[in-house]
């Protein structure tokens, strides 16, 4: 049995092709917006746990509670220190060792007491 309609065949496949590609871009761009967007609530974050570094620091002056947390907090990428009149905070992205590039500051927090 022989398909006699062969008109359609090409645009019908071109149609096809063209939503195949269109859903593959629309994955794609998913895929980009999630890894991009991941970074941006870094610097709210890091405010958040500078303020409380900041009023653990206070309470502990205020009262004779003491901690461990000293003037140096370290957690992954995440760097708060204490000076004499105010908070630093810092997140970094390590660099590549065997490139020998350096750790990169995304992110600085500075909180004055």
């Given at each position: 049995m022989q398909i006699k309609n062969k008109k359609g065949d090409i645009p019908t496949t071109i149609l096809v092709l063209m939503i195949v590609l269109v859903c593959v871009l629309a994955i794609f761009s998913f895929i980009y917006s999630k890894t991009a967007s991941k970074d941006y609530?870094?610097?709210i974050?890091?405010?958040e746990t500078v303020k409380a570094f900041s009023e653990e620091t206070s309470f502990n002056e205020k009262?004779?509670?003491s901690s461990d947390s000293g003037s140096l907090f370290e957690s992954g990428n995440v760097r708060i220190?204490?000076?004499s009149n105010n908070i630093e905070g810092n997140y970094s992205k390590s660099g590549f060792p065997l490139t020998g590039s350096k750790e990169t500051v995304l992110v600085r927090?500075?909180?004055q007491r």
């Open positions: 609530f870094v610097g974050g890091l405010i009262t004779e509670f220190a204490l000076h927090v500075i909180y």
